[in-house]
Nanobody
């Protein structure tokens, strides 16, 4: 069973930066595609970014492209999301997800999910 634990959320002013982390408990983390999702109050969950198991292929939703960077350290079983130039609309609970198949991650059908970390951007 894979467990995912996110951290790094917090309160930041618009234009600031945060780095989210997602640590996986399973030793086969480096075989899983990973992704970040977010859900704002009253809104549906939204795909933010994905990365394949080796870290070569990444995807970003249009609203974060150029501001967010996804990466992973397979030696540390850790997924990252560097968020720069944060905007008010980035306020949400951010979740990481994992699956042996990248298409499942992109579709929001990953088998494993973390508990989420709150990101709040203030003006």
């Amino acid at each position: 069973q894979v467990q995912l634990v996110e951290s790094g959320g917090g309160l930041v002013q618009a234009g600031g930066s945060l780095r989210l982390s997602c640590v996986a408990s399973d030793r086969i983390f480096n075989r899983y595609a990973m992704g970040w999702f977010r859900q704002a109050p009253g809104k549906e969950r939204e795909l933010v970014s994905t990365i394949d198991w080796i870290g070569w292929n990444t995807y970003y939703t249009k609203s974060v492209k150029g501001r967010f960077t996804i990466s992973r350290d397979n030696d540390k079983n850790t997924l990252y999301l560097q968020m720069n130039n944060l905007e008010l609309d980035d306020t949400a609970v951010y979740y990481c997800s994992a699956s042996g198949q990248e298409r499942k991650v992109r579709a929001g059908l990953g088998e494993y999910w973390g508990q989420g970390t709150q990101v709040t951007v203030s003006s």
